[in-house]
């Protein structure tokens, strides 16, 4: 079955340093989203991709959709105390409906 | 709008014990999702639904039962509660949108241990 997987698991930067976290997928995605989770909170949506290749930009995020539409990165600029959190992407595949989700990237950041 | 509302937020259940998970949305969305967190594990999808009276399995059904009788509600039937069952379980919706895409909203979670 369709499986998504993320990496790093954690990573622990020091403010300021920029951050980078990886999804793959086993098959070919319709689209991929990805979320962040404050801790002790719920996952919240981000952004949402779904074209070959694209790149969008929300401020010092930088999402990216591989060219095969099997993998995609989230890079944060310069981070900041309040990027704190875990990051997942989410992956819908082409049969529809069944959204699988990575295993998160925890974020931390040192001030 | 209220969103995505799940009860009961907290439970602890004892082994053998059944329970329902409730979740309603008021957004209109066909599209419904339970998932489980467990630890450093990300979400695991349940089951889910695509509409009233349409349910499908997710990646980690085995001891869970849902129902979709109406647009609003979800419930996510928990029978003979094992301790691997304890975590966070996360009920979420989506739009309508074409295969189901779009942003999905999360109700605030339901912490479940099996002792």
């Known amino acids: 079955g369709q499986q998504v997987m993320q990496i790093p698991q954690y990573q622990h930067v020091q403010e300021g340093e920029d951050f980078t976290t990886y999804c793959n997928s086993s098959?070919?995605?319709?689209?991929i989203q990805w979320y962040k989770q404050r801790p002790g909170g719920h996952p919240v949506f981000l952004i949402q991709?779904?074209?070959?290749?694209e790149v969008k930009k929300q401020k010092r995020l930088t999402f990216q959709f591989g060219e095969a539409k099997k993998n995609s990165s989230l890079h944060i600029t310069a981070t900041q105390t309040t990027d704190v959190g875990t990051y997942f992407c989410?992956?819908?595949?082409?049969?529809?409906?069944?959204?699988?989700f990575g295993q998160g990237t925890e974020l931390s950041v040192k001030p | 709008n209220a969103g995505v509302t799940q009860t009961p937020k907290f439970r602890i259940l004892k082994i053998g014990q059944s329970m329902t998970l409730q979740c309603t949305q008021d957004?209109?969305?066909?599209?419904m999702y339970w998932y489980r967190q467990d630890p450093g594990m990300g979400l695991k999808l349940i089951y889910y639904?695509?509409?009233?009276?349409?349910?499908d399995k997710g990646e980690v059904p085995n001891g869970y039962n849902v129902s979709r009788s109406t647009t609003e509600d979800f419930p996510l039937r928990l029978e003979l509660a094992a301790p691997s069952q304890t975590s966070v379980y996360f009920c979420?919706?989506?739009?309508?949108?074409?295969?189901?895409?779009?942003?999905?909203?999360f109700g605030e979670g339901s912490r479940l241990t099996v002792l």
């Open positions: 979420a919706s989506t739009q309508d949108r074409i295969l189901g895409t779009g942003e999905l909203f």
């Open positions: 098959t070919t995605l319709s689209n």
């Open positions: 957004m209109n969305h066909n599209y």
């Open positions: 639904s695509v509409g009233a009276g349409i349910t």
């Open positions: 989410a992956g819908l595949g082409n049969q529809g409906g069944k959204l699988i």
């Open positions: 991709l779904v074209k070959s290749g």
